[in-house]
Each structure stands twice: as structure tokens, then as C-alpha cells.
């Protein structure tokens, strides 16, 4: 007799999993880069919703005529809710000045920012300041 109560008790648990709705939420990063500002240098903020760790950066810089390199990556090992992190490349070259050999930056982030990241900028660079 005890069989048969637990033949039904497991058959009826299976359909109910099957047909209850069920929601999965996971924790996404929840990451945002700034706007990408010139001066001495090409600079942004990484700023998060969430305390977040070992988030990865790379300021890419296409174009032109770059003396020093082209891509500056870098670690972050926590970013705390309240304070934005400012991240920097110091680029030294010439590009983009006169419409000649254009320079565009892009900042991309691992974990990938939400939402994305702005796009690519064009910008001029001459020696070390962009504008």
C-alpha cells in the first residue's frame, strides 16, 4: 500500500515542477563607463551599481600616428557603489588635426558594461593633448 502513495506523490511533485513558472535571477554586473574627455591625456569613469571586483579596462586608440602605443589596459580590482573610478592612457603622437588621419578611442570593459559602452570617438591628438 505505502508503494502506491509514493508512486503518486513523486508523479504529482514531477508535474508540478513541470508547470509552476519558475525565475532564475542572476547578478550581472552592473557597470557603466562615462563620458570620454580630452585634455593632457584621454580619460573616463567606471562607476557600478554594485560592489564589483576585478574588472578589466582597455582604452583602444585607432589612427593616427602613435608614438607610445595604441592600447592601454588595466585592473581594477574593486569598485565601490558610491565611487566612480577615472581610468587614463597618455597617449604622445599626432592625428586628426586638419581632417588628416583621424583618430577614433574607444573604452570597453570585462565584465561588458550595462548600457554599452559610448561609441568610438573621433578625436585630435597633437603630442600629448586631445581635444
Known amino acids: 500500500m505505502k508503494r502506491k502513495y509514493t508512486l503518486k506523490a513523486g508523479i ?6 513541470l508547470i509552476l513558472p519558475v525565475s532564475v535571477e542572476s547578478a550581472q554586473a552592473a557597470l557603466s563607463i562615462g563620458p570620454i574627455t580630452g585634455g593632457i591625456g584621454v580619460k573616463t569613469t567606471i562607476s557600478s551599481t554594485t560592489t564589483e571586483t576585478n574588472v578589466q579596462w582597455t582604452i583602444q ?3 593616427g600616428w602613435i608614438f607610445n602605443y595604441r592600447t592601454r589596459t588595466g585592473l581594477i580590482v574593486s569598485i565601490d557603489p558610491s565611487t566612480p573610478v577615472q581610468i587614463m592612457a597618455l ?10 588621419n583621424p583618430i577614433t578611442i574607444t573604452v570597453t570593459t570585462i565584465p561588458p558594461a550595462t548600457p554599452p559602452p559610448p561609441p568610438p570617438v573621433p578625436t585630435r591628438l597633437l603630442f600629448i593633448l586631445v581635444w
Request: glycine share 26%; charged share 0%; hydrophobic share 65%.
Open 12 to 17: 504529482l511533485l514531477a508535474i508540478l515542477l
Open 61 to 63: 586608440i585607432n589612427g
Open 91 to 100: 597617449p604622445i603622437g599626432f592625428g586628426g588635426i586638419a581632417g588628416i
